[in-house]
């Protein structure tokens, strides 16, 4: 049972344009949310994170919306560059016991950005 | 500062031998976490060890363990190899402080079963 998901495998896009990333969750207990971009053959690299609190969090060209009734995040990437071709991955996080944080991945999204 | 450092990079087994993968954490965290990545499932989490405790386990069974020494490198092992443990291996560090802890990401070890 996925409790994450991103639901389109990929998205292509062009330059200057804007990339829009979806990710549903089902576990109400999520309280912390974040993005993780990937290049090949390297690790996932921290993007952007979104508390339960709020609806929305920026940082230069990516933007995070959550929607908690709905239970649905979004990425957005304005104006999206080459460089940002990557998979993106959505991640969510609650407390579990010894107050560990056990992130819970979504399957991700390829995003092309063509010139 | 130095990344997360993960080895061997590549590794090729067959069904039924062991093995062991090694991550070294960024120097000053104290939490490492596993995840198994295969295509089309995303990031999988394993387990996650702080100051030489496991703090959080992930749903595989026991043949994947792991353990972490008191300079916070950590170690994974996955006994009785099967070909569906074919997957990139990943882990992350942190400082293990709670909510809005990043995690770093190192390179990962792809192994392959055979």
């Known amino acids: 049972d996925q409790q994450v998901k991103q639901n389109s495998p990929s998205l292509s896009v062009q330059e200057g344009r804007i990339s829009i990333l979806n990710c549903d969750y089902t576990?109400?207990?999520?309280?912390?949310f974040l993005w993780y971009k990937k290049y090949p053959a390297e690790g996932p690299t921290f993007l952007i994170s979104?508390?339960?609190?709020?609806d929305k969090n920026e940082d230069g060209r990516f933007t995070v919306f959550l929607n908690k009734s709905a239970k649905h995040l979004s990425l957005h990437i304005v104006p999206s560059q080459p460089g940002d071709s990557a998979v993106y991955f959505c991640?969510?996080?609650?407390?579990?016991?010894?107050?560990?944080?056990?992130?819970?991945f979504g399957s991700g999204t390829q995003l092309t950005v063509l010139p | 500062k130095a990344g997360v450092t993960q080895t061997p990079r590549y590794l090729i087994k067959t069904r039924g031998q062991q093995v062991t993968l090694s991550c070294s954490p960024i120097?000053?965290?104290?939490?490492v976490s596993w995840y198994q990545q295969t295509p089309g499932q995303g990031l999988q989490f394993l387990f996650e060890?702080?100051?030489?405790?496991?703090?959080n386990k992930g749903n595989f069974p026991g043949r994947f363990s792991g353990r972490q020494f008191s300079n916070s490198r950590s170690e994974m092992n996955v006994s009785t190899l099967e070909l569906g443990d074919s997957a990139l291996y990943l882990c992350?560090?942190?400082?293990?402080?709670?909510?809005?802890?990043?995690?770093?990401f190192g390179p990962g070890t792809r192994l392959t079963v055979l």
């Open positions: 979104i508390s339960s609190i709020k």
């Open positions: 991640a969510a996080s609650a407390i579990s016991s010894g107050s560990a944080r056990q992130l819970t």
């Open positions: 060890y702080f100051s030489e405790t496991q703090r």
């Open positions: 992350a560090s942190s400082r293990g402080r709670g909510r809005g802890d990043e995690q770093f």
């Open positions: 576990n109400s207990m999520f309280d912390y």
């Open positions: 120097s000053g965290h104290r939490s």
